[in-house]
C-alpha cells in the first residue's frame, strides 16, 4: 500500500509569483485536505476536495484554489504570493465518510 | 467555528516516566479527537483517536481518554522512550463540515 505522497520536498518562490504543489493520495483513498503549518503551529485547514470538487474550505483567501483528478490525486495552486505564505504545506488523505486522515511528508515552501 | 486549546506547549520527562497533554475544545458538536505525532521533517503521523461516544481509547503505552461534558481530551503515554520525543497536536473535527481543527502543539522532550 503506497503512503500519501507529495512533491516538491522544498520551494523558493519570490512576492508575486504562483506556484503549485502536488498529492498523490494514498492507495484507495478519494477524499483530499490541504493543510498549510506556519513554524512552530498546528495545521491550518485550507480545504478539501471530494469527487474533483471543493468540499469544504478554512478561512484562506480565493488566491488558494485547488484542483482534484479523477485518480484522486491533486493540486494546490497559489497566485500572488505573499511573505507570510511561506510555510509547510501538509496534504491528506481518506476515504469519504471514514475519520481517519494520512499526512503525507509536507512542501516547505519559502517566499522571499 | 471550533478552537482547540493544547497545554503544555513544552514538556521534558524522563525516560521510563509518564507524558500527559491536555486539550480542551470550544464546539459540543465535534464528534472526533484524533492525535498526532510529527518529528522532525515529517507530516503528522495519526498515533491514537477517540469518538465522541467513548470516554477511553488505549493502544500499549498510549492512551486517550474524553471528558465531553468539559469538553477535555487528553493523551497519556506511559514508560516514555527517547523515540518518543517529537511534537504532538491534539485536534477536533467539526461535525458539520468534516473539517478538522488542530491545537498548537506540544514538544515533548524524553530526557535520559
Known amino acids: 500500500e503506497t503512503g500519501v505522497t507529495q512533491s516538491p520536498t522544498h520551494l523558493i518562490k519570490t512576492r508575486g509569483q504562483q506556484v503549485t504543489l502536488r498529492c498523490s493520495s494514498q492507495?484507495?483513498?478519494?477524499?483530499v485536505s490541504w493543510y498549510q503549518q506556519a513554524l512552530g503551529q498546528g495545521p491550518q485547514f485550507i480545504f478539501q476536495?471530494?469527487?474533483?470538487?471543493?468540499?469544504g474550505r478554512g478561512n484562506f483567501p480565493p488566491r488558494f484554489s485547488g484542483l482534484q483528478f479523477p485518480n484522486y490525486s491533486s493540486e494546490l495552486n497559489v497566485n500572488a504570493l505573499e511573505l507570510d505564505d511561506s510555510a509547510l504545506y501538509l496534504c491528506?488523505?481518506?476515504?469519504?465518510?471514514?475519520?481517519?486522515?494520512?499526512f503525507g511528508p509536507g512542501t516547505r515552501l519559502t517566499v522571499l | 467555528g471550533e478552537n482547540v486549546e493544547q497545554h503544555p506547549s513544552t514538556l521534558s520527562v524522563q525516560e521510563g516516566d509518564s507524558a500527559v497533554i491536555k486539550c480542551t475544545y470550544s464546539?459540543?458538536?465535534?464528534?472526533?479527537f484524533p492525535w498526532y505525532k510529527q518529528e522532525l521533517g515529517k507530516g503528522p503521523q495519526l498515533i491514537i483517536d477517540?469518538?465522541?461516544?467513548?470516554g477511553e481509547k488505549k493502544d500499549q503505552r498510549i492512551a486517550v481518554t474524553l471528558n465531553k461534558t468539559a469538553k477535555h481530551f487528553s493523551l497519556h503515554i506511559t514508560e516514555t522512550q527517547p523515540e518518543d520525543s517529537a511534537v504532538y497536536f491534539c485536534?477536533?473535527?467539526?461535525?458539520?463540515?468534516?473539517?478538522?481543527?488542530f491545537g498548537k502543539g506540544t514538544r515533548l522532550h524524553i530526557l535520559p
Open positions: 491528506a488523505s481518506s476515504l469519504v465518510g471514514a475519520d481517519e486522515q494520512f
Open positions: 492507495s484507495g483513498h478519494n477524499t
Open positions: 476536495y471530494y469527487r474533483e470538487e471543493e468540499n
Open positions: 464546539d459540543s458538536a465535534s464528534n472526533y
Open positions: 477517540i469518538r465522541s461516544n467513548v
Open positions: 485536534a477536533a473535527r467539526e461535525n458539520r463540515d468534516d473539517k478538522i481543527i
